[in-house]
């Protein structure tokens, strides 16, 4: 990362990146609002990206999630089974590196929580604020 901090520096627009880790569990009736969010967050900066862990092995959260948002910066994984929250945390983490690299911001995000989008966003906004 220094040597892309040094790009930036040099007047090249290189955006943070920020990732936004859902882990879900039995979560369905939760998706419109968090297709949502994450349509939000990932539309907030080209640099974002979400991971959902779905931790039921509930096939229907990849589906309504997939087929709802089209995006190469947006991975739903299920879990083989329900290891718990950090688990899930460390899994989606971990699958986020392998496929975009490391990050500047990671945010956590409970699936019941409404207006994430926006509000994940802001956060990653004024933490590049206060890092600059």
Do not use: T
Not at 25 to 36: G, K, R, T, Y
Not at 53 to 67: K, Y
Not at 107 to 129: K, Y
Request: proline fraction near 5%; charge should be negative.
């Amino acid at each position: 990362m220094p040597q892309d901090r040094e790009l930036a520096a040099a007047g090249s627009l290189i955006p943070r990146k920020a990732l936004l880790i859902v882990v879900c569990f039995n979560s369905h009736d939760q998706l419109p609002e968090l297709v949502a969010a994450f349509r939000d967050f990932e539309q907030g900066n080209v640099g974002n990206h979400v991971v959902v862990v779905e931790n039921s092995s509930d096939m229907r959260v990849p589906e309504f999630i997939e087929s709802n948002l089209k995006s190469e910066r947006i991975h739903v994984a299920v879990a083989s089974e329900n290891q718990g929250f950090s688990h899930g945390v460390n899994h989606g983490y971990n699958i986020a590196q392998d496929l975009w690299g490391d990050f500047d911001f990671v945010v956590l995000l409970n699936p019941d929580v409404l207006s994430a989008g926006p509000v994940a966003c802001e956060l990653v906004h004024r933490a590049e604020q206060e890092s600059e």
